[in-house]
């Protein structure tokens, strides 16, 4: 845990800073609050918000209603408007190409509106700043005109290292060649390896990286990063929901999945485990949320205890949570893993892996189960385990929520400031 700052210090020096990140990610409206509460935020510089005093949100709400779901994953009423900066234009129209083009064209506008974005806050610092908070691969430009201008910069890492996770998809593809599907490709194609040296020359260039877990830092430190330059700080748990259980419930558990079905998550695997247990669907069904990047004729032949959701609106994925007995994760490379700390605030018992944000806040067999990643046998084994000690589940459902209230958002919050402060005196 960081050194808590003198009071005095924080009386007496005035610092400001900017943060940049195209995205409004939970855990962005949380960095962004808290340089705001504490007095050291100048500008948030964004692409597309949604904010009851951003007159182009209104008007795309009227215009646009079929990007309603979108828009209002942008939303952000928390922050005082006066400190928003937007350029919304390149990130409309990847939001618009995701829904209707190839996912080779939305590759292509996202990296120029990144690109763009870097450029515009670029030209946008002032020698007045101290510092800026910035995220991968959108900030090259703007750590170089920091650094003529003498400004230190934060580093955002929310993903675990480029290296890490090329080796991890290259290792999949060789044991499931049919996989190497057009989203795939995107991963480890030309413009893929020009990123990621994008990405290279950012992490030597800051002068410190924040990350998130310690398997992140891990990764930054095999892929070469300086050690001393990495600040860990764990994302917080959302505001804690208390679950409503009973003895039926656990007749038939229900293990629930969320996010993406992809080869990172290790989806294809869970589906494998799953089958080969050959679980009745009296006994156990198995829940999967979230867009299928998984080839089609591996999802076409699932038994029919598995089911297929598909995106659902933040509300739905909640009453998932509390209909579901078990979160499995069982991820093969996440930087964090929030849908982690999401379940856990629900008291929902969490199978995850050790490449994750898991083995630093889940005590095994207590606050939640941890296995190794890509390993079938550990799988079947979690899932046998839950099914053989239902009278258990509930037990770990309370330890997780006891974990969720220790580390709520707003000591994350502090954690980040005091962080910033003990670099910047």
């Known amino acids: 845990m960081p050194k808590t700052l003198p009071s005095t210090h924080t009386a007496k020096i005035k610092l400001k800073g900017i943060v940049a990140n195209p995205n409004i990610a939970p855990h962005i409206k949380e960095s962004v609050l808290a340089y705001e509460t504490a007095g050291l935020l100048k500008y948030f510089y964004t692409s597309f918000i949604c904010h009851k005093n951003d007159p182009l949100s209104k008007i795309l709400f009227v215009i646009l209603p079929i990007f309603i779901h979108e828009f209002?994953?942008?939303?952000?009423?928390?922050?005082?408007?006066?400190?928003?900066?937007?350029?919304?234009?390149?990130?409309?129209?990847?939001?618009?190409?995701?829904?209707?083009?190839?996912?080779?064209?939305?590759?292509?506008?996202?990296?120029?509106?990144?690109?763009?974005?870097?450029?515009?806050?670029?030209?946008?610092?002032?020698?007045?700043?101290?510092?800026?908070?910035?995220?991968?691969?959108?900030?090259?430009?703007?750590?170089?005109?920091?650094?003529?201008?003498?400004?230190?910069?934060?580093?955002?890492?929310?993903?675990?290292?480029?290296?890490?996770?090329?080796?991890?998809?290259?290792?999949q593809l060789k044991i499931y060649p049919d996989f190497d599907i057009e989203s795939i490709k995107l991963l480890y194609n030309e413009a893929s390896i020009r990123r990621n040296k994008r990405r290279d020359e950012e992490l030597k260039l800051a002068d410190y990286i924040i990350c998130n877990s310690s398997y992140t830092k891990k990764t930054l430190v095999d892929g070469g990063v300086n050690e001393s330059k990495i600040i860990s700080i764990p994302l917080g748990f959302p505001d804690v929901k208390i679950r409503t259980t009973n003895t039926k419930q656990y007749e038939r558990l229900i293990f629930l999945t969320a996010g993406n079905l992809s080869i990172g998550k290790g989806t294809h695997i869970l589906i494998e485990a799953w089958k080969e247990i050959n679980i009745s669907g009296a006994n156990a069904e198995l829940w999967l949320v979230g867009k299928n990047n998984l080839p089609e004729s591996f999802t076409h032949t699932i038994p029919k205890n598995i089911k297929l959701f598909g995106n659902i609106p933040r509300t739905e994925l909640m009453i998932k949570f509390a209909e579901a007995n078990v979160l499995i994760h069982p991820t093969l490379a996440d930087g964090f893993g929030m849908v982690i700390t999401e379940a856990m605030s629900c008291g929902l018992p969490v199978i995850t892996t050790y490449n994750s944000i898991g083995p630093d806040i889940i005590e095994d067999k207590k606050s939640g189960l941890l296995i190794e990643s890509n390993n079938k046998a550990a799988i079947k084994d979690s899932i046998n385990w839950?099914?053989?000690?239902?009278?258990?589940?509930?037990?770990?459902?309370?330890?997780?929520?006891?974990?969720?209230?220790?580390?709520?958002?707003?000591?994350?919050?502090k954690n980040l400031v005091t962080e910033i402060y003990n670099r910047l005196l």
């Open 386 to 413: 839950c099914i053989n000690n239902k009278e258990k589940l509930s037990l770990i459902g309370i330890e997780a929520l006891k974990k969720a209230k220790s580390y709520p958002w707003s000591e994350y919050r």
């Open 72 to 171: 209002k994953r942008r939303a952000f009423e928390e922050i005082d408007y006066k400190f928003v900066r937007t350029k919304p234009y390149t990130e409309l129209l990847r939001v618009f190409a995701a829904r209707n083009l190839s996912s080779i064209i939305t590759d292509k506008i996202w990296e120029k509106s990144e690109l763009s974005f870097d450029k515009w806050v670029a030209r946008n610092l002032t020698e007045d700043l101290n510092f800026i908070h910035v995220v991968e691969h959108t900030c090259l430009s703007t750590i170089k005109k920091a650094k003529t201008l003498n400004i230190k910069s934060f580093y955002e890492q929310p993903s675990i290292h480029h290296k890490t996770f090329s080796e991890t998809v290259k290792r």
